[in-house]
Nanobody, 124 residues
Framework: VQLQASGGGLAQAGGSLRLSCAAS????????TGWYRQAPGKEREFVAR???????NYLSSVEERFTITRDSAKNTVYLHMNSLKPEDTAVYYC???????????????????WGQGTLVTVSS
């Protein structure tokens, strides 16, 4: 399963960006897709996640500003980032958990996959 993350770039404080994470390859289903970020010199941290059922959860510092959505038909998840702050500057990674094909129409082994990362830079 391959993930293609895109949409990063340079934004001014208070601006907006939309990140995309498109999954491709052969798999039975995706159970959840999440976004993580890693700022220079810091550990990678969880940002947002959406499950197959549509449940979402967020890092508290972004909850009022970021929204995660999905287009199941396109196997794509979006992270809408508004009111950006300089502290949002980081490389953003998407992460998918799901199941590969099993016998017949049944799900098979679980998998998880990381995207390549997309850089978001917010200037003050």
């Amino acid at each position: 399963v391959q993930l293609q993350a895109s949409g990063g770039g340079l934004a001014q404080a208070g601006g907006s960006l939309r990140l995309s994470c498109a999954a491709s390859g052969s798999f039975h289903s995706i159970s959840s897709t999440g976004w993580y970020r890693q700022a220079p010199g810091k550990e990678r941290e969880f940002v947002a996640r959406i499950t197959r059922s549509g449940d979402t959860n967020y890092l508290s510092s972004v909850e009022e500003r970021f929204t995660i959505t999905r287009d199941s038909a396109k196997n794509t998840v979006y992270l809408h980032m508004n009111s950006l702050k300089p502290e949002d500057t980081a490389v953003y990674y998407c992460h998918v958990e799901g199941a590969l094909h099993g016998k017949g129409w049944s799900p098979g082994p679980n998998f998880n996959s990381w995207g390549q990362g997309t850089l978001v830079t917010v200037s003050s």
